[in-house]
C-alpha cells in the first residue's frame, strides 16, 4: 500500500511502531522495520549517547530496512544529554526521528540539515498545525484512547483524525487504540495515511519484554485502563493494578495540593520493574485502551501481514459492496 507516509519514510506498510520506554529497544524496532513497517527505538530508555549508539548499532546488525529514533522532551529538573543523543542520531545516519513531549523546533535545524525526516506526535489539532507550521514533515495524531500520555483535551479518534485532516496540510497517521485492518482502513477513510501503534505492538512475539506483560495485555479489556496524574497536568493512561489503585486515591484524597513526590513511589523507576522483571503490581505503566482488541501474541511479520492483508479485503470487498448497492 503506497500512501505518503510509505513515501516519506520509504517503508513498504503505513504502519510505524511509536517510541515505548523499555520496550522500543533494537529487537522491536528490527522486526517491525523487517515486517514492513517503521520500527523506532526509544531514545530516554538508552539515556545517554554512548548507548544509543550501541542500540542502533544492533538494531542496524538485525535489519538492512529503515527505522528510527524517538526523542520525547520532557521538562526535568536534570534533563537527558538531548544535544548529544540528536548527534547521535545523526552521526548514525538515521532519517526518521520521532519527536514527542514538548515542541522540538530547537531540534529541528540539525535534523533538517540532516536530510532528517521528523514526525511529530500530538495530542490536538493545535499542536499539530503547530508542528507543520515549525517544518515537521508528518505528524502522529494521538486520540484520547491512548497508551501513555493523551494530554488534557480528551478527544478520542472519531474527532481528532477528521479534524486533523481538515486542517493540516502534511501527512499524518493515526495514533492511539489502534490495532487491526478495521482501525487502519477507518484511518484512512477518515483522512490519514497510515497508523502509530504502541501497546498492540508489545503483545508479539519479539517484543523485548517479561511474558508477564504480554499476558497482562492480552487479559485487559478495554475496561481496565486508567487515567492519573491529571491533577499534575500531565495525564498518563496505564493498566489498572493495585499501585494504580493505591495512586488513584492519594489523588483523591490531596486534590490540588497533590505534587509529584506524593506519588513518585507509583510512578518513578517503574519501567525496568514492569518491563523487564515482569513485577506488573511495581507501578503505574502506560498502556491503552486497545488492550481490549488484543487477542494473541503473534510474531510481529504475521500481525502485520495480517492487518494488510485483511485492509486489502476490507477495502475491496466489504465497502466496495456497500458502495455498488
Ligand atoms: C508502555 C508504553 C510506553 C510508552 N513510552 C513512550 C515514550 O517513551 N515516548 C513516547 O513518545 N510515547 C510513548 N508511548 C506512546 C506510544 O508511542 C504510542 O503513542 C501509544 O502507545 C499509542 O496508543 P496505543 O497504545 O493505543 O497504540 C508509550 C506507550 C506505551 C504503551
Same mark, same amino acid.
Given at each position: 500500500?503506497?500512501?505518503?507516509i ?15 520506554h /523499555? ?8 522486526? @517491525?522495520s ?5 520500527g ?8 545517554t !549517547? ?7 548499532? =544492533?538494531?542496524?546488525?538485525m535489519t538492512?530496512? !529503515?527505522f528510527?529514533?524517538?526523542?520525547? /522532551?520532557?521538562?526535568? @529538573? ?29 531540534w529541528?535545524? &540539525? ?9 511529530h506526535?500530538?495530542?490536538s ?24 500520555? !493523551?494530554?488534557?483535551?480528551?478527544? !478520542? ?7 486533523a485532516?481538515d486542517?493540516?496540510?502534511?501527512? /499524518? ?5 489502534m ?56 495525564t498518563?493512561?496505564?493498566?489498572n ?9 492519594k ?15 507509583? @510512578? ?37 501481514? =495480517?492487518? &494488510? ?17
Amino acid at each position: 500500500m503506497k500512501t505518503r507516509i510509505t513515501e516519506l519514510f520509504g517503508i513498504q506498510h503505513p504502519i510505524i511502531q511509536g517510541g515505548m520506554h /523499555f520496550v522500543g529497544l533494537a529487537e522491536m524496532a528490527a522486526a @517491525v522495520s523487517n515486517a514492513g513497517g517503521l520500527g523506532i527505538i526509544t531514545g530516554l530508555t538508552q539515556g545517554t !549517547p554512548e548507548k544509543l549508539k550501541n542500540e542502533i548499532d =544492533r538494531c542496524r546488525a538485525m535489519t538492512d530496512k !529503515p527505522f528510527g529514533v524517538n526523542l520525547t /522532551f520532557l521538562p526535568s @529538573v536534570t534533563p537527558p544529554d538531548y544535544p548529544g543523543l540528536v548527534q547521535t542520531i545523526i552521526d548514525s545516519g538515521i532519517k526518521a526521528v520521532e519527536t514527542a513531549g514538548n515542541n522540538p523546533a530547537k531540534w529541528l535545524p &540539525m535534523l533538517k540539515a540532516a536530510n532528517i525526516k521528523v514526525i511529530h506526535k500530538c495530542t490536538s489539532v493545535r499542536h499539530a498545525l503547530k508542528a507543520e507550521a515549525i517544518g515537521c514533515d508528518a505528524v502522529s495524531v494521538d486520540g484520547f484512547e491512548c497508551g501513555g500520555h !493523551p494530554g488534557e483535551d480528551d478527544i !478520542p479518534n472519531f474527532i481528532l483524525l477528521p479534524r486533523a485532516a481538515d486542517e493540516l496540510t502534511i501527512p /499524518f497517521v493515526a495514533s492511539g487504540g489502534m490495532a487491526d485492518a478495521r482501525s487502519l482502513v477507518a484511518s484512512l477513510a477518515m483522512g490519514a495515511e497510515g497508523m502509530n501503534m504502541g501497546t498492540r505492538f508489545i503483545a508479539t512475539k519479539e517484543a523485548p519484554v517479561h511474558e508477564n506483560v504480554k499476558q497482562a495485555i492480552l487479559a485487559a479489556s478495554e475496561l481496565d485502563t486508567r487515567l492519573v496524574m491529571r491533577p499534575l497536568r500531565n495525564t498518563e493512561r496505564v493498566l489498572n493494578n493495585v499501585a494504580v489503585e493505591r495512586l488513584i486515591e492519594k489523588e483523591k484524597a490531596m486534590g490540588a495540593s497533590l505534587k509529584f513526590e506524593d506519588i513518585a513511589a507509583e @510512578v518513578a523507576g517503574v519501567y525496568p520493574r514492569v518491563m523487564i522483571d515482569g513485577a506488573m503490581e511495581a507501578g503505574a505503566w502506560s498502556c491503552g485502551m486497545v488492550a481490549g482488541l488484543v487477542y494473541d501474541i503473534p510474531t510481529v511479520q504475521v500481525l502485520i501481514d =495480517r492487518i &494488510m492483508s485483511e485492509a486489502h479485503t476490507l477495502i475491496s470487498e466489504r465497502l466496495a459492496r456497500f458502495d455498488a448497492s
